[in-house]
């Protein structure tokens, strides 16, 4: 078993090529490429029903291919999925770990899955660190939602793995709980484990190395925040006016502005060719109380941005 | 992490399967209802069944074939009245429509009346009746025809005054014909019980494994299940102990309750019927394994178990003699694990069956157990698609 797939030099924990999956008679995961390096935190987004999950499943050996070939670990995908499950920890999208077993039931019943030795320690062992252990006789089914996340992470990570498929693993829960998890993520990335993570959180896709953007099937963006937004190039203004619903409902209909998002005092407007958008947006000076102000673009403007785009692709 | 690697264990382990059965045994334990059911299924079966295990039934439908007239036959048929096993039901006018009675099962009993029934006993001959039985229940018959036999020695007794007074004492002769044409097998009541026992064996057998499964992947555990190291075999033996023992306790239930309740003979060897029963539960609970490969829910499931259980009641041999049913319905029951159960419990409960007697039908149990086994691992999805 070689370490990893090497290429360029890089040792990829994921190498897929040409994924495809096809649901009735539609490519829901359209010849999709991930490489992620070992060691590096990889998040993954995409608006819902993008082919998130069923991009994960096909990485973990739950789905099978209908098309391109894909190593993790080193390992091919369509022949040596039984290995690549002994060094995957899978996160499910849905909580679905045992909800009639008790929460130390469940830890030891899934360290028994992956035939390691002293189960019941490793059970205690997960339960102290995730803070469980005065209610481990307590039925996995009753745990609040958020809790029920941070069990599932406990039980994909009790058998050390190599590689993390983590999908929404932070879903419902509160900021102080994810901040760990996120700092827990980093933490096992420096001890060389690989990450890829989906989440629609766009704070916890700037905790990631890199960032793949994903929508309709297809990858449509890719890099780190900064190259994400960067290769976008979209330039952004905050806009104020006294009456902000009437400048809304002017600029919806102005070509030169591509996505538009209201913030409270201020309305967003980002467009791609920053010459056109400022010109547009010289006509709209008269209106009371009117001020513009070049801002940053941020990464949900890139992806409202890109997922307008697709649209009209598939329209 | 290497070294973690190299603690996990390639291949078949015995130690996952036990921990599947392990979990299965906890999720089991505290789904109460199910519990229940386990129990009752069996108990209540037992007790509405229990009225077929009555065993000295009374008012048989009986048609009279009399052609004879006089008093004597009147006081006769009176007299088979009397013993409340005859109830006279059909007066048909010809030997071939009684026959035709009695094959259709409208009557338990052809009494045939001789002529001259009545001059023979005036002129001192001893008397001829015919009783032709449907040995169907055999068990059901002794009863009334040892009873017709005393009819002789009272029936007259009002009759033999007075000039007929000499007749006294007299015995008449009755001659029993008892038809085995329609039960071959010597079928009877008692049989119903280990006929439960092969029909009740099936339906929690088939059930319970197939919701067992349909479960973890209606409630997503299955996609959990799948993404770590487990071998189909493991999941399958896992999965399916539990309900061995369960097969075990309602059999218990079913001899015992039989037996207390019921009186229902044991008279072969229970610890070869334990060993029958293994193979049977296991050729169920495979089934059940493979029905659930193809079921994406609970109720699928059970729909398709009933699929499987109403030709296990109906072609099996529990409720009908086997080899009375048409040709096609043997040809399917043949396929059933039922069907060869019921013989060996049956043959073992109620004759005292040993090994040798058993083989025959023992064999096709094994050949089952290992063709559901293998087909039901092979089908086993280790992915979602
Ligand atoms: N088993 C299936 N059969 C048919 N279609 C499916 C199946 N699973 C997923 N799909 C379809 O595939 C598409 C992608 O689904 P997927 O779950 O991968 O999206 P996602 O990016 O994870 O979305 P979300 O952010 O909502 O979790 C959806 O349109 C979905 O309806
Ligand atoms: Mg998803």
Known sequence: ?315 | MTQEGKKIREGFSLRRAYALMKKEFIQLKRDKMTLRMIVMIPIIQILLFGYALNNDPKHLPTAVLAQDHSVFARSFVAGLVNTDYFAVTREPKSAAAAQRLLREGQVQFVVTIPENFGRDIVRGQKPQALIEADATDPTAISGPIAAAQGVFSTAFARDFTGPLAYLKGRQGSLSVEVHRMYNPEGFTRYNILPGLMGIILTMTGIMMTAMAITRERERGTMENLLSMPVRPLEVMIGKIMPYVLIGYIQAAIIVFLGEALFGVPVIGSLVLLSAVLVVFIACNLALGYLLSASAQNQTQAIQMSIMVLMPSILLSGFLFPFRGMPHWAQDIGSFLPATYFIRISRGILLKGDGFMDIWQNFWPLLAFMVVITVIATKRYRQTLD
């Not at chain 1, 040596?80 to 909800?99: C, E, N, P």
Request: net charge negative.
């Open chain 1, 1 to 315: 078993m070689s370490d990893g797939g090497a290429n360029n030099g890089v040792s990829y924990a994921i190498d897929a090529r040409g994924l495809t999956k096809i649901y009735d008679g539609r490519a829901v995961v359209d010849h999709v490429d991930i490489q992620v390096p070992r060691g590096k935190i990889y998040g993954f987004l995409g608006p819902n029903g993008s082919g998130k999950t069923t991009s994960i499943r096909l990485l973990c050996g739950l789905l099978t291919p209908d098309d391109g070939t894909g190593s993790c670990l080193g390992m091919d995908l369509r022949t040596h999925a039984a290995q690549i499950k002994r060094r995957v920890g899978y996160m499910t999208q849905r909580f679905s770990l045992w909800d009639d077993l008790s929460i130390r039931e469940n830890l030891q019943f899934v360290t028994e899955m992956y035939g390691l030795d002293r189960p019941r320690e490793r059970a205690q062992d997960a339960l102290k660190a995730l803070g469980l252990a005065e209610r481990a006789e307590q039925l996995a089914g009753q745990l609040s939602g958020g809790w029920k996340q941070r069990l599932s992470l406990a039980a994909c990570t009790i058998h050390n793995p190599d590689l993390l498929l983590l999908d929404e693993p932070t879903a419902g829960v509160d900021p102080k709980a994810r901040r760990e998890f996120w700092d827990e993520i980093h933490r096992l990335a420096a001890s060389g484990l690989t990450v890829l993570v989906s989440t629609h959180y766009m704070d916890e896709a700037e905790r990631c190395h890199e960032i793949i953007y994903m929508a309709y099937g297809k990858i449509v963006a890719r890099g780190s925040v900064d190259d994400v937004i960067g290769h976008a190039g979209l330039s952004t203004w905050a806009l104020y006016a006294r009456d902000l619903n009437a400048l809304r409902r002017e600029l919806e209909k102005d070509p030169a502005v591509s996505t538009l998002a209201s913030f409270g005092e201020s309305l967003h407007v980002s467009g791609t060719d920053a010459k056109a958008l400022e010109a547009a947006l010289k006509g709209y000076e008269t209106q009371p109380g009117f001020a513009a102000e070049r801002i940053a673009t941020s990464l949900e403007d890139v992806f409202i941005h890109y997922m307008a785009g697709v649209k009209d692709n598939f329209a």
